[in-house]
């Protein structure tokens, strides 16, 4: 059982918008920055959002960050097919002298 | 350009001592904000943070794992070091090594290696 909990898996059509959510605790999403990876099949993951809702050069700017509270969330807009991969967001956790966590990860199927 | 590459044994037999190695190019390890951390990933399941090392050798660990675990850094040659005591099968993961920078802006995993794959069984 993942510290951050997302939804196993969404999908959605070329051209849609979908978000993904992450959700979390005081000692991690509430007090420390989001990230967001993407990791398409046999591939090492990717950052894609640093810092809650930071692009790395290169990532498209249909992917957005953002964060509220305890919760976090990806949007993906204008969906492509090769957007179709596992995603995960990850921050810093002030717990137990200090530890990094991964959401449980999200397989984003373009239909 | 940042390029990291893990290395190690592809199958270790269980209780034995897994060792792992993690060459970096195109950063230094003593630069302020930098760290190296090891992250696996079982076959067909979510990733997994084991450890982080930082630019002033400060460590971090998954706390379920601290017991077994040691990272350690040679600065002059580029390389972070991890171990891991008595493997099981569980333990069959792909295991990856990551930059992480670390600020204001809180940490985030920049670089990646290719990752490798460690199989325990007898």
């Known amino acids: 059982q993942s510290v951050l909990t997302q939804p196993p898996s969404v999908s959605g059509t070329p051209g849609q918008r979908v978000i993904i959510s992450c959700s979390g605790a005081s000692s991690n999403i509430g007090s420390n920055a989001v990230t967001w990876y993407q990791q398409l099949p046999g591939t090492a993951p990717r950052l894609l959002i640093y810092t809650n809702n930071q692009r790395p050069s290169g990532v498209p700017d249909r992917f957005s960050g953002s964060k509220s509270g305890t919760s976090a969330s990806l949007t993906i807009s204008g969906l492509r097919s090769e957007d179709e991969a596992d995603y995960y967001c990850g921050t810093w956790d002030d717990n137990l002298n200090g530890r990094w966590v991964f959401g449980g990860g999200t397989k984003l199927t373009v239909l | 350009q940042v390029t990291l590459r893990e290395s190690g044994p592809a199958l270790v037999k269980p209780t034995e001592t897994l060792t792992l190695t993690c060459n970096f190019s195109?950063?230094?390890?003593?630069?302020?904000?930098?760290?190296v951390a090891w992250v696996r990933q079982p076959p067909g399941k979510a990733l997994e943070w084991l450890a982080l090392?930082?630019?002033?050798?400060?460590?971090y660990f998954n706390a379920f794992l601290k017991p077994r675990l040691t990272v350690s850094r040679d600065t002059s040659r580029n390389l972070v070091v991890l171990t891991m005591t008595n493997m099981d099968p569980v333990d069959t993961a792909t295991y990856y090594c990551?930059?992480?920078?670390?600020?204001?802006?809180?940490?985030?995993?920049?670089?990646w290696g290719h990752g490798t794959l460690v199989s325990v069984s007898s």
């Open positions: 090392i930082d630019w002033d050798d400060d460590k």
């Open positions: 990551a930059r992480v920078q670390s600020g204001f802006g809180g940490y985030y995993f920049d670089y």
């Open positions: 195109g950063f230094s390890l003593i630069t302020r904000g930098m760290c």
